[in-house]
């Protein structure tokens, strides 16, 4: 502990005290890491648990609808095919849950989409052209993982249909041929009725559960809010 001024200090006795300070702050990094590996354990213990249940949850939720699904075709002499179901009981209370699908897209897009470039540059230079070309531009662009969105192929086909052009017609083909969706998450969603009537989502992941009433976490007290 220092006892003396710094600036009262001798060479000799300043060198030792920044030996020192030095010397406790190497000590107060590794009590940190060593306390890192202590704690995270019984914390990633916990987090595994949780995910357990999670799994066990799901697996019981998507199990227990089966029987309503067969009951249902059953009942209206059809299969559902759909990607997603919903559920709503007489009080309002409600749960969806299905597959989602992203979308893929094979190599010969690329082909395609160059069929349907050299189409536009066809085109006359005129303002109708243009705004059509306009139009076909943005039905090809990419979202931001660097896909085509298959609703837009779909208005993009229809425009065929206006068009008595073999190279656009057959650039679009090629594009609807790659189409290669991707099966996704399978998810479950949840709404239930408050006091008030009102549809309040309930939250099912760790991001979006509160903490429990009253809870106070200092130390992020004075951090914005994220989510």
Known sequence: MQTKPISEMTDAEL???????????????????????????????????????????KLEVFT??????????????????????????????????????????????GSGIAKVNKFIESLAKDDDSAKLVKTINQLLKK????????????ELDKLTQDFNNAEFTDGVEIIKASYKPVASCYFIEATTKNENGKDVSVPLSISSVDFPEDTRLPYFENRPSLC
């Open 15 to 57: 060198q030792a005290e920044v030996k020192r300070r030095e010397e406790a702050k190497q000590n107060d990094r590794k009590a940190y890491k060593e306390l890192v590996n202590e704690s995270l354990p019984t914390l990633m213990e916990t987090l595994l648990k949780l995910s357990k249940v999670i799994k066990d949850v």
């Open 64 to 109: 227990g609808v089966t029987g309503l699904l067969e009951l249902k075709d059953k009942a209206y002499g059809i299969k559902d095919e759909q990607r997603s179901h919903t559920f709503t009981t007489e009080k309002g209370d409600s749960i969806t849950l299905g597959y989602r699908i992203n979308d893929g897209w094979d190599d010969t897009v």
């Open 143 to 154: 979202d931001a993982k660097g896909n085509l969105k298959s609703n837009r192929v779909i």
